[in-house]
């Protein structure tokens, strides 16, 4: 039988600030959309399980990503949300600092600060079609190497051009991983999503794990069904679920150890017409049945009263896998 990560890593403050260093501030993770970041000086300050992370589009186009957290006593160089700012200065006693975040001046502390000593502390920023992604390592893998062949499977559908068209957001009091575990299986999709379940041909549904940072699930879909029989899942905060001519990317954000934001990002082709209303009501419903099911499971964890059962390798394969990564994460790097 597939053994399932021990319950308390769904429950543990300690062990969700383990995940924060070992598998959160080491992987490539979503982050935003180009659209949020077009202009020169259009930034995004958002925290990612924890990590508060400042993207900003330079003068010269490029995109800089640094911690929110200055170097003096801990202030904001950009309130968290999106905007525009000209330059890096701190909120809080307004320390400047250039582009790459090096100290330009410490303000009435003369010259008794060391600029090289204080500066903010960069992370690794970079594009992927209408995606942004930053990895809290400095020197990662490029991101199109660690994405592998998620690329050309997604460059198919002709992703590189999609234009941004919607944003949904919304939080579950789940622990992230309760969240993921439920949409890396269909085992459930009979029981609680009567309208997707409809759309497609669940026993044509299969699961394949290409590569080890991402799955596929994939199925017949029924005449006429507002969605396409694609799900990806990469490790650890993207679900791309694809549609006819449009995408909904799906961004999780742990907000702590039993509280998760997840992000919808609606793209279209623009071949399409312009009526997603369809493919909004299908995942919104979706959305609305599993966060119904994912409270109640979380709340079952937290009671202390669940013992691990068995995973279906059938059914539950991508499980398997997700937990597998998440231990094996954690168990090298803490
Ligand atoms: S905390 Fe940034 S200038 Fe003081
Ligand atoms: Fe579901």
Redesign the pocket.
Known sequence: MLRQLDPLAYVSEGFYQRERTSVWSTQWLLAAVTNELEKPGEYVARSIAGWPVLIRRNADHQLTAFLNV??????PIAWPGEGRIGNLV??????AFDSDGRLLS??DFGDQVCADEHSLTPLSVDEWGPLVFVNLNPSPHALLESLGGLVALISRLDFERFVHVRRISREIDCNWKTYVDNYLEAYHVPLIHPLLGAAIDIESYTIDIPEPSFCVHSARTAEGAPNSGLWIFRYPNIALNVYPGAMNVERVEPIDHARTRIVYDYFTNGDTDDDISAMLHMSNVTLDEDQAMVEVVQANLDSGAYRPGPLSPRHEMALHWFQNRIRTDVEETT
């Open positions: 200055c170097p003096h006593r801990g202030g701190c909120r809080y006693h307004g320390w410490a303000r």
